[in-house]
Nanobody
Framework: QLQLVESGGGLVQPGGSLRLSCAASGFTLDSFAIGWFRQAPGKEREGISCIRFSDASTYYADSVKARFTISRDNAKNTVYLQMNSLKPEDTAVYYC????????????????????WGQGTQVTVSS
């Protein structure tokens, strides 16, 4: 069974940090682009960062650039999102998704629908 499982969300104060993990099971990520998306109440889903697993090429939305870092661990078949300098406006449910044979442009810029989604993890930034 192909599955993506996110973890690492929680409550953090403004200026704090969290690291989200997206672990894949049932398939290897070598041929995939992996993206982190978020959706806040009343807002559209936003693609914030993508990585192509094979060559580690990356993309960041302007809203998170210089604060978030996406990375991958080939051995663990896992993608991470390190989130620093968190702001209240970063509060959302964060999802990871996988697109077979995708590139970061196709996934994060052109918003091509991914084939696989995780269940989401809540991130709340509040004092």
């Amino acid at each position: 069974q192909l599955q993506l499982v996110e973890s690492g969300g929680g409550l953090v104060q403004p200026g704090g940090s969290l690291r989200l993990s997206c672990a894949a099971s049932g398939f290897t990520l070598d041929s995939f682009a992996i993206g982190w998306f978020r959706q806040a109440p009343g807002k559209e889903r936003e693609g914030i960062s993508c990585i192509r697993f094979s060559d580690a090429s990356t993309y960041y939305a302007d809203s998170v650039k210089a604060r978030f870092t996406i990375s991958r661990d080939n051995a663990k078949n896992t993608v991470y999102l390190q989130m620093n300098s968190l702001k209240p406006e970063d509060t959302a449910v964060y999802y990871c998704a996988a697109l077979m044979m995708g590139t970061v442009e196709v996934m994060c810029v052109w918003n091509y629908p991914p084939g696989y989604w995780g269940q989401g993890t809540q991130v709340t930034v509040s004092s």
